[in-house]
């Protein structure tokens, strides 16, 4: 079958039996759950954020059944919490953390190494190359965790998760679950317990680095050269293209370090190369061991690695840098987005924003977020930035998803200090970005079953927020209105603008009429960013009636009346 | 040791169906016995940003990514990407350009793609079988059109 690594990482997490599999939605990782929720033996579900995925599905492996967290880099970074202390505690059955990075920044706020987080954590970490290794690797993680008595990270990155080829696939096993015992010295961790649980990880790092230099997971392929490479993940195809014959050490398990493994292959190769993408995490062990070795130029530390660089990074050159010439990504055609943001700008806010599709919403011309970190932070950021500006116009914007997944604790903290401001929740239904997932608030779980629905406004009130208002999206009158008077009200104020995505709702209206005679070129209509709408000479404008959808932004931002309103003969 | 191997760049903008047109071949390529490795990146696909998929197959095939210079055909959806990436075509390598305007004028602009993977199957050694089966296990819509549409970039391709 031609699978994905995500595909294919389900697939050998589901032979090998796993039970319970949590998440959070994040690309380049979503698609793992996704495949896991097409089997029934499997109790899937997306999770209200990675804190409470990691969580429940570690409690699950302490429970004895085999479970499987997964999540992108930064996702990983809001389970650290329960992720450090779960290396002292150990498993029962089989704990597999999978991890997404993403090199080269494809969809994702920073590019951070998360072979990190393993030494940090004391964790063992295997590193698939492609989508069969991902199929083969978990089964071989699931083992080594039962084995070990400890979560087992996997790591893969972009050019992994969803990269496809054909991968040949067995049959579940079922994994007899291990029996619950109590055992308060191993899963309470208060200070005593905690002390000789980090004594028992200490050891189990000598053991896991024994296991380094045996298991097949490092694997020496002989070749000839001058020039030997140690490497991992994708960066093994990269060099087997373009140095077919060189010897190569390949790390699976790729932590804690093999360093016989290591010691040997230098002794072996004449001279030897580092190559691996991001950080330079081997290099630095490698030196750490005295092992004379070359590595790649600083500055390719920055972005992913791809074949056409390996000749020029084992020559020693320097990353030369290439401006993109790729088309920006922008909001979708009709997406109810666009009208909060155009109303948001007229009223000069410096806005807080989120992390979603609304994202988007930050390049010119619309530019009308102002900063985005990470999930959660628009709330609190708007709450700092007006501590910071007293007397400042400040707006947080925040999507429903990511509003369930950190913005409630925020929203608790503002009306607990007495923040006042502006959050507007872009309630659209669903999880857009990474391609429409359920979530608390839209009452349905993971395979589309029907659950209790959260009423986000219900939780705003309860929060304890007195001015709460819910408005259609696509009511620029009122949106403007409502902006303008809260922004200038002197308490907190939350704001729901509520319309479904336009990926799930594609019911399309007539394109407006456009009459050129009276457009005045002021190109107010073309600064709402509208994929349907292109400057022509002359500064007028072109409406792609095919891409249009009739959502008439451009019809209400329009001075001169040029643009009208064509109603649906159907309705 | 040369890799003998076939490689395609698709390239298109947002909603145009690169991702699917790359899987076609993808799966059509895997049924006549050759080994393949395709690379994606998903996110921004349905938001009119710019979308690549790299697609290799052969006896044995290392990288999921084509090198510039290395591609055999490139098949784009839209002009302006498709000069883009014109740099990862082989000298002796075949742009798909030429008939994309054919497809574009076709009355649907959703049968781009399959308009020009029919041009694509008069150029590689790949069963028609094999591409009718891929055809319906990843489109799994209006298969009959497809079919139709397909048969016509096909007759075109080898004109």
Not at chain 1, 102 to 112: I, T
Not at chain 2, 81 to 109: C, I, Q, T, Y
């Amino acid at each position: 079958m031609l699978l994905s690594g995500d595909e294919a990482l389900a697939r050998g997490a589901y032979e090998a039996g796993v039970k319970v599999a949590c998440a959070y939605p994040g690309t380049p990782s979503t698609e793992i759950l996704e495949t896991l929720s097409g089997y029934p033996e499997v109790d899937t579900q997306w999770s209200v954020n990675e804190k409470v995925a990691f969580e429940v599905a570690y409690a699950a492996s302490i429970g004895g059944v085999r479970s499987l967290y997964a999540s992108k880099h930064v996702g990983l970074n809001v389970a650290m919490d329960p992720l450090m202390t779960s290396s002292y505690a150990g498993v029962r059955a089989g704990f597999v953390v999978v991890v997404c990075d993403d090199p080269g920044l494809h969809s994702s706020q920073n590019e951070q190494d998360s072979r990190w987080v393993s030494m940090f954590g004391k964790l063992p970490l295997l590193e698939p190359a492609n989508p069969s290794e991902a199929y083969e690797f978990v089964r071989e993680a699931f083992s080594i965790s039962e084995k070990f008595d400890t979560p087992v990270l996997l790591r893969m990155t972009t050019r992994v998760a969803h990269s496809k080829e054909d991968v040949a696939i067995g049959r579940r096993v079922e994994h007899q679950p291990f029996e619950f015992k109590i055992d308060a010295a191993k899963y309470v961790m208060v200070p005593k317990n905690a002390y000789r649980a980090h004594a028992k990880v200490e050891a189990r790092q000598a053991d896991l680095a024994k296991f380094a230099d045996t298991t097949p997971l490092n694997h020496l392929e002989p070749g000839t050269g001058p020039v030997g490479f140690i490497t991992t993940g994708v960066s093994y195809y990269y060099l087997k293209q373009q140095f077919p014959e060189a010897p190569i050490l390949k790390l699976g398990f790729s932590y804690p370090f093999c360093d016989e493994k290591i010691a040997a292959f230098a002794k072996s190769a004449g001279e030897v190369f580092v190559m691996e993408e991001l950080d330079p995490v081997i290099e630095e062990h490698c030196r750490m061991l005295g092992i004379a070795i070359r590595a790649k130029h600083p500055s390719f530390r920055v972005g992913e690695l791809r074949p056409e660089l390996m000749r020029p990074i084992v020559a020693g050159e320097a990353k030369v840098e290439q401006p993109s010439t790729a088309r920006r990504p922008v909001l979708c055609r009709g997406c109810p987005h666009r009208f909060v943001f155009t109303m948001l700008r007229k009223s000069k806010a410096i806005v807080a924003g989120d992390i979603g599709c609304y994202t988007l919403g930050s390049a010119p011309p619309l530019s009308a977020l102002h900063t985005c970190i990470c999930m959660g932070a628009s709330i609190t950021f708007q709450e700092g930035l007006r501590r910071a500006l007293p007397g400042r116009k400040i707006a947080g914007v925040i999507g429903d998803s990511t509003f369930v997944h950190s913005g409630i604790t925020g929203l608790i903290n503002a009306v607990y200090n007495k923040a006042k401001g502006l959050i507007v929740i872009l309630d659209n239904s669903t999880t857009a970005m990474t391609g429409g997932q359920n979530h608390p608030a839209t009452g349905a779980t993971i395979t589309g079953k029907p659950t209790k629905k959260l009423i986000i406004e219900d939780v705003v009130r309860a929060c304890g927020v007195d001015n709460v208002d819910v408005v259609s999206a696509y009511d620029l009158k009122a949106l403007g209105t409502l902006i303008t008077d809260r922004l200038a009200g002197d308490a907190l104020s939350v704001i729901i603008a509520r319309a479904p995505c336009r990926l799930i709702d594609r019911d399309s209206r007539p394109a407006p009429a456009y009459d050129k005679d009276k457009c005045k070129t002021c190109g107010i209509c073309l600064s709402v960013d509208c994929p349907a709408l292109t400057e022509s000479p002359g500064g007028y404008v072109a409406i792609d009636r095919e891409t249009c959808m009739g959502c008439n932004l451009c019809v209400a931002v329009c001075p001169p009346g040029a643009l009208t309103r064509v109603e649906d003969i159907a309705s | 040791m040369k890799q003998t191997t076939t490689s395609v760049l698709f390239c298109g903008t947002g909603g145009q169906g690169v991702l699917k047109a790359s899987e076609v071949l993808g799966v059509a390529a895997m049924l006549s016995g050759n080994r393949v490795k395709k690379s994606e990146v998903h996110g921004m696909a349905q938001r009119g940003g710019s979308v690549e998929s790299h697609l290799i197959f052969g006896d044995t095939v290392y990288s999921p990514l084509i090198v510039p210079g290395e591609a055999d055909f490139l098949v784009c959806f839209e002009a302006n990407e498709g000069k883009r990436l014109a740099h990862f075509l082989k000298s002796d390598g075949v742009n798909l350009l030429p008939w994309l305007e054919e497809a574009e004028n076709l009355p649907d602009s959703r049968f781009i793609n399959t308009y020009l993977l029919g041009v694509l199957s008069s150029m590689l050694a790949i069963g028609q079988e094999h591409w009718m089966t891929a055809i319906e296990t990843v489109v799994a819509k209006k298969i009959e059109e497809n079919r139709r549409i397909f048969a016509l970039g096909a007759s075109r391709g080898k004109g």
